[in-house]
Structure formats: structure tokens, C-alpha cells
């Protein structure tokens, strides 16, 4: 994504909490950046195209955190938490925060879930990195590296999605980060 891609979704994440997805317009967006309207429907054609450099700017940027944190991380607990921080704890946040926070968790289309699809196959790429040392312990207790990072990340993202509050969310993550830990028996 070049610059003025990037600054355009980055106002647009401030419309879409501002307003909603649903109710946020192009005109919204335009103004928030400071350009004209056709300057944005040059760069993206529709909010659907909005949205989804949206999602895929989001993942990068959070899987680019979570492999820089790692690489100074050195338990596999700490590297856990780090994952859980940027793939869920964060995003929580940033959606319990906006006016509609239930308009994010079902405002996507099919064009926004195929690119969350990719989000997730990303964040599943980044846990197999981190659990790929504990191989041998993870194929001891009846998986693979990939079926355990797939089943780590589609429980914190249904976490994130279900979750009532904070507390509830930190709760439901603890007991995933000891089961993860009593699996690996680190």
C-alpha cells in the first residue's frame, strides 16, 4: 500500500468508529482525509474497497508487531501474549470503543470476510512460527504445529467476537494461554 493508500484507510478507520460502517459514507471519508472526492473514488473505487485495505492494513501492520515483539521475546509464554495482545486484545478494544461496535463484528460483506479469510491464514502463518520449536510436544499430545496455531487463532477470534467485556475476554485468554502452555508442558 503506498502513502496516500494508507492515509486514506487510516481516516477511514476513523470514520468507521465514528459512524459505523454501515453509515459511514465515501463523502465522510474524503473529508476526514482532506482530499476531494474524486481524488478517493481514484484510489478506491467503493468503501467495500475501503474496507477491505481496512482488514489487510490492520493484519499487516499487527503480524508485523507480533514477529518484531517476538524475535525480543523469549519464553514461549511471553511470545503467547504477544500474539494475543496484537490478534485480539487490541482489536477488542478498538471495536468496543467505536459507536456501533456490533456493526463491526457483522457490518462485513463477502468481500470484507474473504479478506478476514486472508487475515486469518496470515495470523495462523505467524502462530506456526511461534509454536514451530515445540514441535515434537505438540505431535505428543495428538496435533500438528498447524491444526494447533489454526485452533489457538479461531478461538481467540471467537473470543474477541463473543466476549461482554474486558475482564470476560482476559478471563477466556488466560485459560487458552494454559492450556497452550500445558500442551507444550512449558
Same mark, same amino acid.
Given at each position: 500500500?503506498?502513502?496516500?493508500?494508507?492515509? !486514506?484507510?487510516?481516516?477511514?478507520?476513523?470514520?468507521?468508529?465514528?459512524?459505523?460502517?454501515?453509515?459511514?459514507?465515501?463523502?465522510?471519508?474524503?473529508?476526514?482525509?482532506?482530499?476531494?472526492?474524486?481524488?478517493?473514488?481514484?484510489?478506491?473505487?467503493?468503501?467495500?474497497?475501503?474496507?477491505?485495505?481496512?482488514?489487510?492494513?490492520?493484519?499487516?501492520?499487527?503480524?508485523t508487531?507480533?514477529?518484531?515483539?517476538?524475535?525480543?521475546?523469549?519464553?514461549?509464554?511471553?511470545?503467547?501474549?504477544?500474539?494475543?495482545?496484537?490478534?485480539?486484545?487490541?482489536?477488542?478494544?478498538?471495536?468496543?470503543a467505536?459507536?456501533?461496535?456490533?456493526?463491526?463484528?457483522?457490518?462485513?460483506?463477502?468481500?470484507?470476510?474473504?479478506?478476514?479469510?486472508?487475515?486469518?491464514?496470515?495470523?495462523?502463518?505467524?502462530?506456526?512460527? !511461534?509454536?514451530?520449536?515445540?514441535?515434537?510436544?505438540?505431535?505428543?499430545?495428538?496435533?500438528?504445529?498447524?491444526?494447533?496455531?489454526?485452533?489457538?487463532?479461531?478461538?481467540?477470534?471467537?473470543?474477541?467476537?463473543?466476549?461482554?467485556?474486558k475482564?470476560?475476554?482476559m478471563?477466556?485468554?488466560?485459560?487458552?494461554?494454559?492450556? !497452550?502452555?500445558?500442551?507444550?508442558?512449558?
Amino acid at each position: 500500500m503506498n502513502e496516500k493508500e494508507t492515509e !486514506i484507510v487510516d481516516a477511514a478507520v476513523r470514520v468507521f468508529a465514528r459512524y459505523g460502517l454501515k453509515r459511514a459514507t465515501m463523502n465522510d471519508i474524503a473529508n476526514e482525509v482532506g482530499v476531494a472526492r474524486q481524488t478517493l473514488y481514484a484510489t478506491f473505487s467503493t468503501k467495500d474497497d475501503i474496507l477491505r485495505a481496512t482488514i489487510r492494513l490492520a493484519a499487516e501492520r499487527s503480524i508485523t508487531a507480533i514477529r518484531r515483539e517476538c524475535e525480543e521475546a523469549h519464553s514461549l509464554e511471553d511470545k503467547i501474549d504477544i500474539f494475543l495482545a496484537h490478534h485480539t486484545v487490541k482489536p477488542f478494544e478498538r471495536i468496543r470503543a467505536s459507536v456501533d461496535p456490533d456493526d463491526f463484528l457483522t457490518g462485513f460483506n463477502t468481500a470484507g470476510e474473504k479478506e478476514i479469510e486472508k487475515s486469518n491464514a496470515a495470523y495462523c502463518a505467524a502462530l506456526e512460527r !511461534i509454536l514451530a520449536p515445540y514441535e515434537n510436544e505438540i505431535r505428543a499430545a495428538g496435533s500438528t504445529v498447524r491444526d494447533f496455531a489454526e485452533f489457538i487463532q479461531v478461538s481467540s477470534a471467537g473470543f474477541k467476537q463473543t466476549a461482554k467485556s474486558k475482564k470476560q475476554l482476559m478471563r477466556l485468554l488466560d485459560a487458552l494461554k494454559s492450556s !497452550i502452555l500445558a500442551t507444550i508442558a512449558e
